[in-house]
């Protein structure tokens, strides 16, 4: 595993089907959360280079439509193996920018390399439909309508820091195998990523203009992407301040927002502790919790909180803490601001007097898993999201009231509940406003062809390998008029 970054690369932003350097003259230095220096230098792509890029995709997406679904597929398939061919390399880039486990980051480039695969399966197993007019009162046998699914021209891909491979992947493979082109923003901590995930796709000789890859802060570029008249669709996923934001900034294009989550674990007293436990630790700390899906509350019935609170900490104090090159679970944050945010809802936690079961001990960005029990309404780790290793837990007395503070967020993206009796759990996940109610398992995105949403401030729309194809691809009704 190579962790050499003596040699600072300067990386070319890919426009029109080349890398270039930005005639901006800029750079945007790229600092790795864990080794605290700069690992390299993406372009600050110009205004002038987004039009040229958006141009050159309208062209070149009139001939990709024309190439039938095998010959896109095709492309997209040579990708994948790409992709897993240069995995040490991609996966060390990840490990560097964004600070995730090297074990870790190498299964997101796996696990992208099958979601690109399975995107082309699907796409060539998705059909149409024909209607008969005389399915409607007074219709006409001989008016036939032909339903196919046409793509929508050029899509914006804008994803977050925190998968800068999967989560781009996820949006660029159904983009392109619908026929679309693109122009892919990354979250610019994870923009070394997605270049080395776009040279992997440039070396099966994608026809150049289709897709670019436009670097630069979202603050300096992103409303300009964003309003562009030659965007016809964008799927994004981030914060949701930023995806409320581009929600007024966008106006009559289809958008699909995947966004922030508060997601809680409502414990029974009738749970199976090993694999509430299990999911929980799992849920909440993999990757210090800087995950959209992270267990970020517990609800627990009060007759078991002692029991759980015990055995969360004995897991949490078993936990590992350190570098990602050792796969440590917790990592350092990606950066100081995120780490300043979670020490400062501990901070106002413990002084409204929730009591410290373990943790809150920092080093830099370092923040160490903590947990805190008896949080109560009043604390705004209660409600806010860290993107930290912070669990609040909150003790309620029927699962009416864990249903209700649940409920009471603003975000709605998933929730896990656990007890062993299922009638019971079916019926308190029907009340939960979540896109995803997991039952006795983690709140997880995967497997990838499942659909994937959030609800009100967690996001607009779906995604999955499936429905990602369907919002990147309208209905084109043609009616027979037989004599
Ligand atoms: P973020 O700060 O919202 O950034 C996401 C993306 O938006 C980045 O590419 C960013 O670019 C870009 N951006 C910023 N301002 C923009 C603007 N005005 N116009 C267009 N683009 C703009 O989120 P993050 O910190 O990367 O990711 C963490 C958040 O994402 C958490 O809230 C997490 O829950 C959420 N998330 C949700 C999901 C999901 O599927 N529901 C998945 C992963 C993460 P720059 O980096 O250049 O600012
Ligand atoms: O961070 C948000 C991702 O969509 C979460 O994916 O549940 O596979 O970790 P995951």
Known sequence: MASNVSELTTYKAYLQGEWKKSSSDETIAIQSPYLRKTIGYVQAVTQGEVDEAIKAAHKAQKSWAELSLSERGAYLDKWADELVNNSEDIATAIMQEVGKGFKDAKKEVVRTADLIRYTVQEALHMHGESLKGDGFPGGDQKKIGIVERAPLGVVLAISPFNY?????????????????GVIFKPATQGSISGIKMIQALDKTGLPKGLLSLTTGRGSVIGDYLVEHKGIDMIS????????????????????????????????????????????????????????????????????VADELVARLKSEIEKLTVGSPEEDSTIVPLIDDKSADFVQGLIDDALNKKATLVTGNKRQDNLIYPTLLDKVTEDMDVAWIEPFGPVLPVIRVKSDEEAIELANRSEFGLQASIFSQDIDRALEVARQVEAGTVQINGRTERGPDHFPFLGVKASGMGVQGIHHSLLSMSRERVTVLNLK
Do not use: W
């Open 164 to 180: 800068p491979v999967n989560l781009a992947a996820s949006k660029v493979a159904p983009a392109l195998m619908a026929g679309n």
């Open 236 to 303: 994004f996923t981030g914060g949701s301040g930023t995806g409320r934001h581009l929600s007024k900034q966008t106006a009559m294009i289809p958008l699909v927002l995947e966004l922030g989550g508060k997601d809680p674990a409502l414990v029974a007293e009738d749970a199976d502790m090993d694999v509430a436990v299990k999911s929980i630790m799992n849920g909440a700390f993999s990757y210090s919790g800087q995950r959209c899906t992270a267990i970020k509350r517990v609800l627990v019935n009060e007759k």
